[in-house]
């Protein structure tokens, strides 16, 4: 981790030799975008209410309107893709493979039949086993919950995918945005970006 820069008093800058203030000017500047890029690398390593909220920012930085879910948890996420459309995202607090009797399938279920209309998709965030690198994790879902969901037409996204979309807008938002498109029209299962 990085340690906090040494200011020194108020009156040190004009003390300081030229160029001083431009390089401090840079290092802050630096400094801030590698503290709010690190608030999307929870997407990696989180779980619980903290996942919840980087799975917010970072819709919210896809620019898409987030709003509360109505009568859910914190760990619960609306968002508004258009006048009609949404995704109601619930964000799992479980660390290891979520098996069909999870409280996570009981509340994708909920969110289906009390709060999902026609235009909405049921979304369940996961980022299982996230002391270990994404690429080496085991499989999110045992297969009796894949089933279930399937049937239920809701989506599987892991945390590390939608790390990839929102690394992939800082190039080209529009594209990103399209991957969140395409997560809508999904109709049940696991996520990728193929």
């Known amino acids: 981790m990085m340690k906090a820069l040494e200011l020194g008093p108020d009156w040190l800058a004009a003390e300081m030799p030229p160029g001083y203030n431009t ?3 840079e290092i802050q500047r630096l400094s801030e975008e590698l503290r709010t890029m690190g608030q999307f690398g929870r997407l990696l ?3 619980g209410d903290e996942l919840a909220d980087a799975v917010r920012e970072a819709f919210v930085a896809l620019k898409f309107d987030i709003a509360s879910t109505p009568a859910s948890p914190a760990s619960s996420v609306t968002v508004n893709l ?3 459309r949404r995704l109601l995202l619930h964000v799992s607090k479980s660390k290891g493979a979520i098996e069909r009797k999870s409280p996570d399938l009981a509340h994708v ?32 879902v ?7 969901l399937r049937r239920l037409g809701a989506n599987l996204l ?7 979309v929102w690394t992939l807008s800082l190039q080209d938002r529009d594209r990103a945005r399209s991957w969140i498109e395409r997560l809508h029209a999904q109709d049940g299962g696991p996520f990728e970006l193929r």
């Open 23 to 25: 390089r401090m000017l």
């Open 45 to 47: 390593w989180t779980t």
């Open 109 to 140: 279920f909920q969110m289906l039949h009390e709060l999902a209309n026609d235009d909405d998709r049921i979304v369940l965030v996961a980022n299982t086993d996230a002391a270990t690198r994404p690429a080496d994790r085991g499989s999110p």
């Open 158 to 164: 892991l945390a590390p995918t939608l790390f990839a």
């Open 82 to 84: 258009d006048g009609r």
């Open 142 to 148: 045992d297969d009796d919950a894949m089933k279930l």
